[in-house]
């Protein structure tokens, strides 16, 4: 019985870490004259930290908000709102800034996840760059 509860305790405590978000401020951003080239992810690292551009396509308008787990050499964002079936009228591209803060100094990278129409997290767009 102890080796059962022993077991199970630990399992929880390995799904604790795992579950580990924390949120990311998202920052509304001027898109760019070239809508279409906005959409992506773009990388900017400083000491101890990277900026993250995000163009993201969101024509129904919903709110954005964003989670973040920096472990080891990656760093994950989880990308909540943009909805999955998109069939708004219209195109509109909307642009974040966000800061991830107390890096190391190594290579990250960095994975963009959304959820598909099942509510599983698929990577969205990556990106690698060296902090200094």
Same mark, same amino acid.
């Given at each position: $019985? ?8 630990? $399992? ?10 924390? +949120?990311?401020?998202?920052? /509304?951003?001027? *898109? ?12 900017? *690292? ?12 969101? /024509?129904?308008?919903?709110?954005? @908000?964003? @989670? %973040?787990?920096? =472990?080891?050499? &990656?760093?994950?964002? !989880?990308?909540?709102? +943009? /909805? &999955?079936? !998109? !069939?708004? +009228?219209?195109?509109?591209?909307? #642009?974040?800034?966000? @800061?991830? #803060?107390?890096?190391?100094?190594? %290579? ?11 509510? =599983? ?7 690698? #760059?060296?902090?200094?």
């Amino acid at each position: $019985m102890k080796l059962a509860v022993g077991i199970l305790i630990g $399992m929880l405590g390995v799904a604790g870490l795992q579950d580990d978000w924390k +949120p990311l401020a998202l920052v /509304p951003v001027e *898109p760019t004259p070239d809508s279409s080239a906005a959409v992506g992810l773009s990388l900017t *690292p400083s000491p101890g930290t990277i900026d993250i551009v995000l163009g993201v396509e969101n /024509p129904c308008q919903a709110k954005i @908000t964003a @989670t %973040q787990q920096p =472990h080891g050499a &990656v760093v994950k964002i !989880r990308l909540l709102g +943009p /909805p &999955v079936d !998109r !069939r708004c +009228p219209g195109q509109k591209i909307e #642009t974040y800034k966000a @800061t991830v #803060t107390g890096l190391k100094k190594k %290579q990250y990278q960095v994975i963009v996840y959304t959820a598909d129409a099942k509510s =599983h997290w698929r990577p969205w767009k990556a990106g690698v #760059t060296d902090v200094p």
